[in-house]
């Protein structure tokens, strides 16, 4: 079975909703209704109620009111919906007076004599026919001192009347109104999701080929909204890393290539014609020496690979800088020599980190400073400590770099100068291994330099925070 569309959902719960809340509303206003028409008829009742008990203080006996009932009579002509009664207490067989034709059956007359008090009370009654009535009693004083039971019953059919019509109303209108909530709740959703829509559509338009299309925010919902920044941030990053990818597998295609070109042409120039056992072996020295870069580049890329991985940092650990550093100068001692380049090492810090990775940074940032470095100077390294980061910096005086190289020396396949590094066995990832590997630790790899000045290189670690 298809699920629902979420509109058709969201409509449903609206209309659901918006139905029990009417159901609710109108519930509330007939209980109401009949509570305000309840306190009404109480009100009524309690000042005719006054107005008969201060006539009856004209009366000496209970016989002047069976006699004399003009004045009674008069409090409740014009009321057709009233009945005044009053009874001897000595003698409930028949009423000293009675005005009016509703509440007519003697046994509830009777039954509310006797509960009848010197307080106002207020009881619900109804007839043989289902007439409902509302009789107030009360037992009023004479002159002469003996107190007579009053009745004063109110015929509701009214009020009876003006319920049932609301409730017919009520019940009319509620189906209508039930289907307008539904229609208004749809159109609603409707107008509420159109901006999802749009979703799909800049959804179904991107592909790797294409990744420029980009959610406009402007009238959109707050929560929508940021969505859609959050989808437009996430499309940017696919776009870079789209972009970073097939330059570098442009790039990589362009690095092998020429020795994969050197490779076949020195071959077929060898082969077009026999040649000497020594002729055959400086062509295979050459073709080693080809295939020795092509294995550091395959080296170099599988390292950027794993430095790449998320679990990469599991291995980490406290590291003294200043201990692998002098393990590094070490290695290059003897081409640092040859060069008559001094080395010096500055400084100690600890920090947390892969060590092998570590070595490698700091490998190639030394052996870059040495394939710069003028015969004679030094090149050092610095490791500084602040209250915020950890740096070891590489220095060595040479030619320098110019600015419009600087952002793009720790990209993949980027060189200074081409001919050069490639001549002097670079693959050009040196710098973006470092990157990687500063990247993987939480720091940076930084450059500074100006031509003619001195060029430093600085890997910048997160404090280490050693636990005790």
């Known amino acids: ?88 207490r000595g003698n409930l067989r028949s009423p000293l007076l009675k005005s009016g034709t509703g509440l007519t059956d003697p046994r509830i007359e009777l039954k509310a004599v006797r509960a009848t008090t010197d307080q106002l009370t207020y009881t619900d009654s109804a007839d043989a026919e289902g007439a409902k009535f509302l009789t107030a009693s009360k037992l009023i004083r004479l002159k002469d001192g003996s107190n007579v039971p009053v009745l004063l019953s109110m015929d509701n059919a009214h009020d009876q009347a003006l319920l049932s019509a609301y409730l017919r109303s009520t019940l009319m209108a509620l189906p209508l109104l039930l289907v307008f909530i539904g229609l208004t709740a749809w159109g609603a959703v409707q107008r509420g999701l159109a901006p999802l829509r749009e979703f799909r559509k800049v959804a179904a338009r991107v592909t790797t080929q294409d990744l420029d299309h980009r959610l406009s925010v402007v009238n959109m919902p707050q929560e929508l909204s940021e969505l859609a920044q959050g989808i437009n941030v996430m499309l940017d990053r696919l776009d870079s890393g789209v972009q970073q990818l097939s330059q570098f597998s442009d790039d990589l295609a362009h690095e092998l290539r020429t020795p994969i070109n050197n490779l076949m042409g020195k071959a077929q120039v060898t082969l077009s014609r026999e040649r000497s056992v020594e002729d055959y072996k400086d062509v295979l020295v050459s073709c080693t020496e080809e295939l020795e870069r ?26 003294a800088l200043e201990d692998e550093a002098f393990r590094v100068t070490d290695l290059f001692s003897l081409s640092a020599q040859e060069k008559q380049i001094h080395l010096k090492v500055v400084g100690s810090a600890r920090v947390s980190g892969d060590r092998l990775m570590i070595q490698r940074a700091i490998s190639n940032l030394l052996s870059n400073a040495l394939r710069h470095c003028p015969p004679g100077k030094t090149v050092s390294l610095f490791i500084e400590q602040s209250p915020t980061q950890v740096a070891l910096r590489v220095s060595n005086p040479g030619a320098g770099i110019e600015a419009q190289h600087l952002p793009h020396l720790f990209d993949r396949f980027y060189r200074v100068d081409s001919s050069r590094t490639r001549s002097q066995g670079s693959t050009g990832l040196g710098l973006a291994i470092v990157r990687s590997i500063m990247s993987l630790h939480s720091g940076t790899a930084q450059v500074q330099s100006r031509p003619g000045a001195m060029t430093v290189f600085s890997l910048v670690f997160p404090v280490f925070a050693e636990r005790h």
């Not at 550091?296 to 406290?318: K, N, Y």
């Open 1 to 88: 079975m298809k699920p629902a569309s979420l509109s058709l959902r969201l409509g449903l719960t609206v209309s659901i909703l918006g139905a029990l809340l009417v159901v609710f509303l109108a519930i509330l206003a007939y209980f109401a209704l009949t509570h305000e028409l309840n306190a009404l008829s109480r009100d009524s009742l309690e000042k005719k109620m006054a107005q008969v008990e201060h006539s009856l203080s004209l009366y000496v006996d209970a016989n002047e009111v069976s006699g004399k009932p003009h004045i009674l009579l008069d409090q409740v002509m014009g009321h057709d919906n009233l009945t005044l009664t009053i009874y001897d």
């Open 294 to 319: 092509v294995a550091r580049i395959v080296s170099d890329m599988l390292f950027l690979a794993q430095a790449s991985q998320p679990m990469a940092h599991a291995s980490f650990e406290p590291i």
